[in-house]
T-cell receptor, first 108, second 113 residues
Framework: AQRVTQPEKLLSVFKGAPVELKCNYS??????LFWYVQYSRQRLQLLLR??SRESIKGFTADLNKGETSFHLKKPFAQEEDSAMYYC??????????FGKGTRLSVIA | KAGVTQTPRYLIKTRGQQVTLSCSPI?????VSWYQQTPGQGLQFLFE???????NKGNFPGRFSGRQFSNSRSEMNVSTLELGDSALYLC????????????FGPGTRLTVT
């Protein structure tokens, strides 16, 4: 079965430090990968998807098929980046499979 | 445009009862998906409806069912509630399905006592 693993439940970084939220998946095909984010008291929302290759709010994510990873990165963390981040995967018409999430806390 | 709405926002039910949750998608969205969110299991897919037809179903018992109406509004029903059904139930809508950006509702918090 497809699986998405986010190894860190909580990640704390200082403001201005680089951030890397890890995501590994277990699927040998060509899945589509997403990062969703939930800020405090807000709804879960799409942050970025790998096919668009966009940088959203300074975040980027590169799909590494060899390592089956889709880590989310930002060079300089801001306090407003504090949130819950979910990596998700889909292949074909299968439903979205979410990782269990990583809570990012940016310390001033 | 108005976002996804879910009603009710909070529910307290007793074991053995049944419950119906409602989701109104964004206008023009034909796909509605339901997810169960718990601290232990995270976000788990329940089912997806598109144009009144169930297109995908997750690994949940038959006590969990859903439907979609011609206006794309969707309901999910849980019969014979168990304590383990206590969770946040999220609904998400999109134009064509789960490969599109999912727009999530605020969720319905169900507590089973």
């Amino acid at each position: 079965a497809q699986r998405v693993t986010q190894p860190e439940k909580l990640l704390s970084v200082f403001k201005g430090a680089p951030v890397e939220l890890k995501c590994n998946y277990s699927y040998s095909g060509s899945p589509e990968l997403f990062w969703y984010v939930q800020y405090s008291r807000q709804r879960l929302q799409l942050l970025l998807r790998h096919i668009s290759r966009e940088s959203i709010k300074g975040f980027t994510a590169d799909l590494n098929k060899g390592e089956t990873s889709f880590h989310l990165k930002k060079p300089f963390a801001q306090e407003e980046d504090s949130a819950m981040y979910y990596c998700a995967l889909i292949w074909g018409n299968t439903p979205l499979v979410f990782g269990k999430g990583t809570r990012l806390s940016v310390i001033a | 445009k108005a976002g996804v709405t879910q009603t009710p926002r909070y529910l307290i039910k007793t074991r053995g009862q049944q419950v119906t949750l409602s989701c109104s998608p964004i206008s023009g969205h034909r796909s509605v998906s339901w997810y169960q969110q718990t601290p232990g299991q995270g976000l788990q897919f329940l089912f997806e409806y598109f144009s009144e037809t169930q297109r995908n179903k997750g690994n949940f018992p038959g006590r969990f069912s859903g439907r979609q109406f011609s206006n794309s509004r969707s309901e999910m029903n849980v019969s014979t509630l168990e304590l383990g059904d206590s969770a946040l139930y999220l609904c998400a809508s999109s134009r064509w399905g789960t490969t599109d950006e999912q727009y999530f509702g605020p969720g319905t918090r169900l507590t089973v006592t």
